[in-house]
C-alpha cells in the first residue's frame, strides 16, 4: 500500500516538473523570434473570435440571474438602486472573469488537447519536425500567444453581456432606463477594479493553453489517448484556474488595497 502511494506521489511529481518545465519553455519562447504571426492570427480567431458566442450568452444569463438574486437580497433592506452598482462590481471584479476562464477552459482546453494529441497519435507532429519544423513553436507557442491575447478580451464581453443582462432583467422588473442603469452600475467602479481583474485572466489564458497542449503533446494509447488528453485538459485548466485565482485575488489585494476597501 505504501510503495502504491509512494509510486503516486512520484509520479505526480515528475508530471508536474515536466509541465513546468513545458509551461516555463512556451513562456520564454513567446517573446524570441522567429514569430508565427500568420498561425498565431488565425489561433486567435480559432480560439478567441470564436469562442465569443458562448461567452456572450453565458454573460447575458450569469448577469440576469445575478440581477435578480441580488435584487431578491437588496429588496429586505430598501436599497434596490444598489442594484445595478453590485452587480457590475461582482461582475468586473470576480464572477466575470472567474467565469470566463473556467468557460474557456471547457471550450478553448479541450479543443486543443483533443486537436494536439491527435496529432501526436497520427504522427503528424513527428512529420512537422521531420520537415524542420519548430513543432513546439508552431503548435504550442501561437495557441500561448493566442490564449494570452484573446481571454482578457473574452473576460470583457463576459462583463458587459453581464451587465446587459442585468439591466434586461431590471428593465423587466422596474422599467428602468438603460441611462439611468448604466449611470448607477459604473458609479462605484473605475479602472483600478477592471484592470487587475482583467489582466489577471491573462495568466489564466496562458494556463489553459500550455497545460492543454502539454497534455495534448505528450499523448499516447492512441484514440483512446486523445479522449483521455482531452478531459483532462479541462479538468486540469480549471483547477489550476481556481487555485491560481486565489493567489492573484491576494496578490491584487496587496498591489491594489483601494480595491479590497
Do not use: W
Request: with cysteine.
Amino acid at each position: 500500500m505504501l510503495d502504491a502511494v509512494g509510486r503516486l506521489i512520484l509520479s505526480f511529481l515528475a508530471t508536474a516538473g515536466d509541465a513546468s518545465r513545458f509551461a516555463l519553455r512556451a513562456a520564454r519562447e513567446v517573446f524570441t523570434p522567429p514569430f508565427e504571426v500568420r498561425e498565431t492570427i488565425r489561433q486567435i480567431y480559432e480560439l478567441g473570435l470564436r469562442s465569443a458566442p458562448l461567452i456572450a450568452v453565458s454573460g447575458l444569463a450569469v448577469g440576469v440571474v445575478l440581477s435578480m438574486h441580488t435584487r431578491a437580497s437588496l429588496e429586505r433592506f430598501g436599497a434596490e438602486s444598489m442594484i445595478p452598482a453590485g452587480l457590475a462590481i461582482a461582475l468586473v471584479r470576480e464572477t466575470g472573469p472567474l467565469t470566463a476562464g473556467l468557460l474557456l477552459s471547457g471550450r478553448i482546453g479541450a479543443g486543443i488537447g483533443a486537436e494536439l494529441g491527435a496529432m501526436r497519435v497520427t504522427e503528424q507532429i513527428d512529420a512537422l519536425e521531420a520537415s524542420a519544423v519548430d513543432a513546439f513553436r508552431y503548435l504550442v507557442v501561437t495557441r500561448v500567444t493566442a490564449c494570452v491575447i484573446a481571454v482578457p478580451i473574452l473576460t470583457t464581453v463576459m462583463n458587459f453581456s453581464g451587465m446587459l443582462g442585468g439591466y434586461i432583467a431590471e428593465s423587466a422588473a422596474t422599467g428602468m432606463s438603460l441611462r439611468l442603469y448604466f449611470t448607477r452600475a459604473f458609479s462605484l467602479i473605475d479602472m483600478t477594479d477592471y484592470i487587475p481583474a482583467t489582466v489577471k485572466t491573462a495568466v489564466f489564458g496562458f494556463i489553459i493553453a500550455t497545460m492543454s497542449s502539454y497534455l495534448g503533446f505528450n499523448t499516447e494509447s492512441g484514440t483512446e489517448g486523445v479522449g483521455r488528453a482531452s478531459t483532462q485538459s479541462v479538468v486540469y485548466s480549471s483547477v489550476l484556474i481556481i487555485v491560481c485565482n486565489v493567489v492573484l485575488v491576494r496578490l491584487i489585494f496587496f498591489l491594489f488595497p483601494e480595491v479590497a476597501g
